[in-house]
Structures are given as structure tokens and as C-alpha cells.
């Protein structure tokens, strides 16, 4: 059985593509382009599942098609329409040595110098000039913080930590206007 702390999740599993059973994955992490690992794992009726990959092809910069064992036909991927998609943590090591995309760091743990742990990314907003990370924090609810490589103090891809230098009021700032 896949447990939760083995896997992190790359993306989600939108409409089915064509008629010989693929589907098309929104990727927020191309580490399965890599071809470490020969399967990607599914989130179906609250388990993780493997699904063999047969075939894959990016669509778009966010984008890709991807073709499972055992799946050929549209109605037979619709079951795994809108499932969230993981990768293997143990095929992941030692594949990524550098950020890519800050769209990479959905999943990632956030830590400030001064502050700590603030929480785990669950989205990237790169559509303007500054690119926003929106932080799920048990203790701040949603934090929103920009993010620029002067603010990065280390990152660690294999562990999935992101170490921000914030700038001393900015998380304060976010917190207050979320409260008012």
C-alpha cells in the first residue's frame, strides 16, 4: 500500500483526449517526463493507486497527455477525470538538482529564517510580473507571499523545502490583512 509521505503530488487529471484512452494531466512538476519511474499514482476513493503509463506527450508548458496500461478507450479513463496525480518520492531523488518553474514548488513545505515553518504550498499565481505563493498554514490559514529568487535562502527539491529571507513586517502584513 502507497502511504501519503511517499508521494508528492505533480498535478491533475482533467478530460479525456481523443477516443483511444487518454487523458490529459495539468502538471505543476514535469519530473515524470524523466522516465525514472514507469508509473504515476492516483488518488481514487481515498487511496493511492499506480497507473502504469504506456505513453505521455507534452501538450503545453503546464500541459500533457499522458496514456495508461489498460486504458483505451475515452469511457474508460472518465473514472480518473479530476483525480489529483502523485509522484513517487523514491523515484524523485537525485532527479531534480534545480527549479525549473516556480510553479515546481506546489507541495513544498515553506520556511522563513525568523518565523519558521509557515506552511505548505498549494498553489503558484505566475500570470503578472510577480509571482505569488498561496500557503495553507494550520496556524495563519491561507498565506499569500510573493516570491523572488533574493528571497530564496536555500532550496532543497529532493526534501520538497523551500527556505525563504523574508523581509522582516511582510508575513505579519499578509496575516493582518487577512484578519480585517
Keep these: 500500500m502507497i502511504r501519503p509521505d511517499e508521494v508528492f503530488s505533480i ?57 495508461f496500461e489498460g486504458y483505451d478507450d475515452a469511457n474508460a479513463v472518465q473514472i480518473l477525470q479530476n483525480t489529483e ?11 531534480q538538482s534545480e527549479l525549473t ?16 515553518e509557515i506552511g505548505t504550498v498549494t498553489a503558484v499565481d505566475d500570470s503578472s510580473a510577480n509571482t505569488l505563493l498561496y500557503i495553507s498554514s494550520a496556524d495563519r490559514g491561507e498565506v499569500i507571499l510573493p516570491v523572488h529568487p533574493d528571497l530564496v535562502s536555500s532550496l532543497d527539491i529532493n526534501k520538497r523545502i523551500l527556505q525563504l529571507r523574508l523581509p522582516e513586517g511582510l508575513l505579519e502584513l499578509n496575516i493582518s490583512s487577512i484578519e480585517n
Design 11 to 67: 498535478g491533475w487529471l482533467g478530460a479525456a483526449h481523443g477516443l483511444r484512452g487518454e487523458i490529459s494531466l495539468r502538471y505543476t512538476d514535469d519530473i515524470f517526463t524523466s522516465e525514472a519511474c514507469d508509473y504515476l499514482v492516483c488518488k481514487i476513493d481515498g487511496l493511492l493507486v499506480p497507473f502504469f503509463v504506456e505513453d505521455w506527450r507534452i501538450r503545453s508548458s503546464e500541459t500533457a497527455i499522458i496514456k
Design 85 to 95: 496525480v502523485f509522484y513517487p518520492k523514491t523515484a524523485a531523488e537525485g532527479q
Design 101 to 116: 518553474s516556480w510553479k515546481m514548488l506546489t507541495g513544498f513545505t515553506v520556511n522563513d529564517e525568523q518565523a519558521g
